[in-house]
């Protein structure tokens, strides 16, 4: 009871003192929704049961977790790769403690305790906490310099490690109501702000995120120093010198995003993951401070992103050299990079953005990456990762920096340890209200528990998505109350393919989406991309909408010339690729003609229960005896594209030709 005292005492005295400004639309949180749902649920159990155990066995056998148990005997040997591998056991506590939180485990509440006395035994009396340099303070490493913070501008990660700290801190306190390790992150908090500061210490951090850390512990402590530093750390990039004509990104400060200030950046930039974590950590402060230059600046930003730096299943950061992203429009297939924790820090971004603008494009964009681009980080079975997300997988290519097959883990593993916090929080993106504005931003089966206007409000969602396009809503509010119901009406289901020309549909579907109140079909204001229903609600009142799932072939602009003649299939929210083990051991040998027609259908035994689209199309035939080159027909078989490399390695094709053009001779 104390426990939960506690948390309470807490949330009101944020709501009393901190929340006088914020995001003007609040999510539902993902505590208020229970699952129903095959898709989502399956994933979030396989995460609880698998990712996470497996991440925390890694942390150990490689070392990460000796390494604070050098730093607190201050003795031994730095015994992994990288000082940003302190962050791996933060991102595991932190899907640990969400999963705790809808999942209660006395064993796991109890190991987490106990690894939570291990890195507080590292912290030095400070609050600094940083095992790299903690363990053998006179040999830290050429990562983290001689001194503290000498090289944070760089590739320290100090500051970077604290935030994750941050993050999971707040989770486990959500989650638990126990302060342990909260009062280690506002120990280490504290310091930062001693240390830096307007007359202090001044840095553009390398890795961003201990910006968005510093307001999660703000919003929790109402303290506004965090906020504050927060702004300042962002506030700081623009400022160093670096050779403005150079382009090498290293050198011209666009690597880190920090060639100028940020109220003067325009375009996606530098480094995927330090971009996204950067651009929330702007949306944050911007809507706790009123800052209209960085709402100006993130707008233009994403306009940038989505209208000529994102892959048509979502992804970002094409060019693997600096794992960042490329020039305007720069978006090749064979070489594509798309580093999951880019996915990740995408939805990150544009749930705050939504928060900000209350439209539907970002959610959209929310949506497509996390079908497609971020789930196909991780294996099926919840212990296998891609850092990398593939558009192509072509036999006589090779491409090293390109993962032809899932791993366990990597010498870098921030993917798997990210997947492993985002996954049980996905229900808390479902839901969101304004006031009596109330949002259905994803269609996943289950139970929100809301609060209009202080009076209760369960709405239940039945539907079989995203295999099918039959959604249903139960309202069921405690007594009658006037809301307005904004149910998203997904762009793909409006002739968009994305929320901007980077890709469109070959042949506009021109259907537009009913929606019937207990039978009975209804005229609805289309608002933002939300179908908003305002009536006078009732217990049991029924809401039904059919989203149109025909497939659709996707066109890429003229200025993406990989993408020239081809096209991409969709349907609903899934992208779809062939892959060789459905198509003859081949899938980039396939065309697809303009006339093709396709059918579909729902295999419950394939790759743990898929829809897959199946057509008769051309394939490109190489008789090597004979020496000719013709084209056969072939049944191709596509599934979604989150699901590849499930069964071994092979091709695998996401863009397709329509016809034969020409014939490159490429030597193997």
Known sequence: MKKLCLVLFVCCSISAYAQKQDYPIQPVAFTKVTLADKFWTSRIETNRTVTIPASFERCKS????????????????????????????????????????????????????????????????DGYLYT??????????????????VKESENSHELYNAGHMYEGAAAHFMATGKRNFLNIALKNADLLVQTFGPGKRAVAPGHEIVE?????????????????????FIDQRGKKTYNPKSKNVWENGTYYQDDKPVINQDEAEGHAVRAMYLYAGMADVAALTGDKEYLAAIDKIWDNMVGKKMYVQGSIGAVG????????????????????CAAIGSV?????????????????????????????????????????????????????????????????????????????????YIYAQNGKDVFVNLFISGTGNLKVNNKALQITQQNNYPWDGGLAFTINPASAMEMNLKIRIPGWAQNQAVPSDLYSYQQPLNKKVEIKVNGKPVEYLLEHGYAVISKKWKKGDKVEMILPMDVQRVMASEKLPDDAGRVALQRGPLMYAAEWKDNGGKATNIIIPKNTVFTTQYEPELLNGVTILKAEVKAINVDTAKQTVSTENKTLTAIPYYAWANRGKGEMMVWFPEQVNYVDIISR
């Open 321 to 340: 050299d600096g794992e960042r992203f490329g020039a305007n429009y720069e978006l090749p297939n064979t070489t594509a990079y798309n580093e999951t």
């Open 348 to 428: 990150f971004w544009n749930q705050r953005m939504f928060l900000l603008h209350g439209d539907s494009k970002y959610i959209d964009v929310l949506e497509k990456v996390l079908y497609n681009g971020l789930i196909s980080g991780v294996g099926l079975d919840g212990k296998s990762f891609f850092y990398t997300n593939a558009m192509q997988i072509q036999d006589h290519f090779n491409h090293p920096d390109i993962e032809r097959e899932r791993a366990g883990w990597f010498v870098c593993s921030c993917c798997p340890t990210n997947i492993a916090r985002l996954m049980p929080s996905i229900p808390g």
């Open 132 to 149: 790299s340099r903690t363990i053998d303070p006179l040999h830290p490493g050429g990562w983290a310099g001689p001194e503290r913070w």
């Open 62 to 125: 490689t070392g990460r977790i000796k390494n604070f148990e050098m730093a607190a005997e201050g003795k031994g040997k730095f015994c992994t790769t990288y000082p940003f591998d302190d962050t791996d056991i933060y991102k595991t506590i932190e899907g640990a403690s969400y999963s705790l939180a809808v999942h209660p485990d006395k064993q796991l509440d109890a190991y987490l305790d106990s690894l939570i006395t291990i890195v507080g035994k590292a912290q030095e009396k």
């Open 212 to 232: 968005m850390g510093l307001v999660r512990l703000y919003r929790i402590t109402g303290k506004k120093e965090y906020l504050d530093l927060a702004k300042f």
